[in-house]
């Protein structure tokens, strides 16, 4: 049989490297059927139904791959890394800890600890990422994850080391450059301006790298008080990021007109049976407008775990789509809508995050957050799938969250937030979902005035408190006492006290700002 298994699986390896993908899938079936436990066979069968969009089909291979407890190392990490990427959260972390760290190479910790920091493990990610440093891993690659993850952890003196370090021998790694600059507020006796503009010269046009430099140079710009020089900075950087991403505004406003239209209250009303178990309470909003402060609070909170910005929601809706989407949602989900069994997603999802509310000491919590922005578009779904959550959706002044997306580099996730008219029209869309949720649910959700927050942060908590159903516990709002991790945009931010700072900054730049105070319209009068 062995010898059988192995000619199957060369001849299954060869087509794939020719990219006869239909026939490779075929034999790699042929070989599980005749050896189930074949970790490798089915590792490729989950990638290559990722490739045709079958996602059940992937994750249940996925974790079939899991099963068969593989030996080799490389094995196990790409498995660890294949459970990550499709979504199964409780299966992945349970599957690296029983690896055999020692016998992994360098390169498969460092694409370990990059899965880990996705899960939303970053102390556990670091972790590895020292493992190979100690086995003599010097790249630059891991020299800029370690940093990364020294600053959620909030060690900004040895990030800005490891980040100069980084520079020092490959000055080209654009992030690097960027992250730097959001260590800390840099003054004109101390910034690194002459060396990010000459880094500018050096770089093409087109390098990807071009606008992390951008808005590096912006940020040193406006905290040296340069703000005409900042402003240049930011609509460069701005304009090299929007020419770099594929986004139809026209598409999202059809996405989110159809939403509204679809989600009746006859459509929400059906629930599944109440949950058991730790409750998720889900943070919602526009990115940028106080998200982090009120899951830092509730994090404080004895009965709370904060397990930062979850993916787990739009997995789940991806596997009972039976459709994975760059987008939180497109037309193709929506025109199947009434065929998605929302009770079963629900226990998918607390299948794969209740494990979140256990502490260190073995207890678990009441609750646990689900800090992810753009849910905002799933609150609907998260009613009809999930009864006991709860959520806030967190409001801020809009202009003062506009320009605090458009002077940040985000990832592909708010693709929107490059142009000022484009950022008005997601605002807009977004304002009008979100009055929308409490017309089809009321009082199902509750709104968290960010300039009530940081006018009387206890006042706020209090009332976030209740309403998620925890007791009063003095001194949660206290967040700068707080060491544990937080991997977010704001994470230098969080190990400050709360206070009104940030508020009113887009007024440096009134006059610059003028388009997107015109298409917000009657939203800031």
């Not at 910034?191 to 992390?212: E, F, S």
């Amino acid at each position: 049989m062995t010898g059988e298994i192995d000619q199957l699986w060369q001849r299954a390896e060869s087509m794939l490297h020719q990219r006869q993908l239909d026939p490779a899938k075929q034999a790699y079936q042929a070989i599980v059927a005749r050896a189930p436990g074949h970790a490798g066979a089915w590792l490729r069968i989950s990638t290559l139904a990722s490739l045709r969009g079958r996602f059940r089909e992937s994750a249940d291979a996925a974790l079939n791959a899991a099963n068969g407890e593989p030996q080799h190392p490389q094995l196990r990490a790409d498995i660890f890394d294949r459970l990550v990427a499709v979504g199964e959260s409780q299966a992945a972390p349970i599957f690296f800890e029983r690896s055999f760290l020692a016998t992994w190479s360098p390169e498969a910790l460092f694409e370990g600890a990059l899965a880990l920091n996705t899960l939303g493990l970053p102390t556990r990610a670091l972790e590895l990422v020292d493992l190979a440093r100690a086995r003599g891993e010097r790249g630059p690659r891991l020299g800029l994850l370690r940093a990364t993850l020294l600053v959620f952890a909030g060690r900004l003196d040895e990030a800005e080391a490891e980040l100069e370090s980084v520079i020092a021998v490959a000055p080209q790694f654009a992030s690097a450059h960027w992250t730097l600059s959001k260590l800390r507020t840099w003054t004109p006796a101390r910034n690194h301006i002459d060396r990010l503009r000459k880094r500018l010269v050096a770089t093409p046009t087109l390098d990807p790298g071009v606008p992390y430099l951008w808005f590096a140079l912006y940020k040193e710009y406006e905290d040296c008080g340069q703000d005409t020089e900042a402003w240049k900075a930011l609509v460069h950087g701005c304009t090299a990021r929007r020419r770099a991403i594929d986004y139809d505004p026209k598409y999202e406003q059809d996405v989110f007109d159809r939403l509204i239209h679809l989600t009746t209250p006859e459509f929400l009303a059906p629930q599944p049976p109440a949950q058991k178990g730790p409750r998720p309470i889900f943070i919602v909003g526009m990115p940028r407008s106080g998200t982090t402060l009120i899951e830092r609070i509730l994090g404080a909170h004895p009965q709370v775990r904060d397990a930062g910005e979850l993916q787990d929601f739009p997995f789940q809706m991806a596997w009972a789509w039976d459709h994975q989407s760059p987008r939180m949602l497109d037309n193709h989900m929506l025109s199947t809508i009434d065929r998605v069994d929302f009770a079963q997603l629900g226990q998918r999802y607390l299948q794969r995050t209740q494990w979140r509310a256990w502490a260190a000491d073995g207890e678990p919590r009441a609750a646990y957050t689900d800090k992810l922005p753009r849910n905002a578009m799933n609150v609907g779904f998260i009613h009809r799938a999930l009864p006991g959550a709860r959520i806030l959706n967190v409001v801020r002044d809009p202009m003062d969250t506009c320009f605090s997306n458009l002077r940040e580099l985000f990832g592909a996730a708010y693709p929107y937030s490059y142009d000022q008219r484009e950022l008005a029209a997601h605002y807009q869309n977004h304002r009008k979902l979100m009055a929308h949720w409490h017309e089809v649910l009321p009082g199902r959700m509750l709104d968290v005035s960010y300039e009530s927050l940081v006018a009387d942060p206890e006042a706020v908590a209090r009332q976030v408190f209740k309403f998620c159903g925890l007791r009063w516990v003095p001194g949660c709002a206290a967040i700068e006492k707080r060491s544990a991790p937080t991997a977010t945009a704001s994470t230098v931010q969080m190990r400050q006290p709360i206070d009104a700072r940030h508020q009113g900054r887009w007024h440096r730049y009134e006059t610059q700002l003028k388009p997107l105070r015109d298409a917000l319209g009657d939203a800031v009068d």
